[in-house]
């Protein structure tokens, strides 16, 4: 069973993910957890810098090919010029979204 992270939340048609955007790092990737508890955010490093908005594509980007889903479905709902995000993933479960980043965190 893939271990329950608060950052994940069903709401109707998907889930939301709180994330904490690193831009300007060396590569986009998965970082780890910043926070604990309900605070919790899935830590991203993204290659784009935090300029004119290309940090905000580049992880509408990584979330869409990290669950497998089209740009279409990754929509930013609050945090765009903020580090901390929450995006709305559609037709996403709970459960798929808990075992893909179980599986990514795990790897690190």
């Not at 869409?64 to 901390?84: C, K, M, P, W, Y």
């Not at 929450?86 to 599986?103: G, H, I, M």
Request: hydrophobic share 45%.
């Amino acid at each position: 069973m893939a271990p329950s992270y608060a950052f994940v939340r069903a709401t109707v048609g998907g889930i939301t993910l709180a994330v904490r955007a690193q831009p300007g790092a060396k590569k986009t990737a998965i970082t780890g957890i910043y926070g604990e508890g309900a605070t919790a955010q899935l830590k991203i490093a993204l290659h784009a810098p935090p300029i004119e908005g290309r940090a905000n594509e580049a992880l509408i980007a990584f979330l869409a090919d990290t669950f497998s889903l089209s740009r279409n479905s990754v929509e930013l709902i609050s945090g765009e010029i903020s580090r901390s995000k929450v995006f709305l993933l559609r037709s996403v479960t709970t459960e798929q979204a808990q075992r893909r980043l179980a599986l990514l965190l795990r790897s690190d």
